[in-house]
Nanobody
Framework: QVQLVESGGGLVQAGGSLRLSCAASGRTFSRYAMGWFRQAPGKEREFVVAITGSGGITYYADSEKGRFTISRDNAKNTVYLQMNSLKPEDTAVYYC?????????????????WGKGTLVTVSS
């Protein structure tokens, strides 16, 4: 069983930056691919980015390429999402996910665990 706890959300002005963290319990963190999703009010949860267990390969949604960066520290059982040049349309609850493969996470398949989310609000 893996528990995921997100942190780092908050209120930021457009053009600003935030770094989200997702801390995972358990000793098998490196076996899981990890990803970030987000859900804006009234919209479906959408894929943002995923990373393989080793951290060597990443997959980004087209709209976040160049602005968001995912990384992980397997020694700390933590995955990060660095978000730069934030826009009001980035406002959403951001969720951390753990699954068997990064490509699967990208397609919302094989996700074993979800965090409860952290709210990011970008003001104009």
């Amino acid at each position: 069983q893996v528990q995921l706890v997100e942190s780092g959300g908050g209120l930021v002005q457009a053009g600003g930056s935030l770094r989200l963290s997702c801390a995972a319990s358990g000793r098998t963190f490196s076996r899981y691919a990890m990803g970030w999703f987000r859900q804006a009010p009234g919209k479906e949860r959408e894929f943002v980015v995923a990373i393989t267990g080793s951290g060597g390969i990443t997959y980004y949604a087209d709209s976040e390429k160049g602005r968001f960066t995912i990384s992980r520290d397997n020694a700390k059982n933590t995955v990060y999402l660095q978000m730069n040049s934030l826009k009001p349309e980035d406002t959403a609850v951001y969720y951390c996910a753990a699954g068997s493969t990064a490509q699967g996470i990208q397609m919302k398949r094989g996700i074993d665990y979800w965090g409860k989310g952290t709210l990011v609000t970008v003001s104009s």
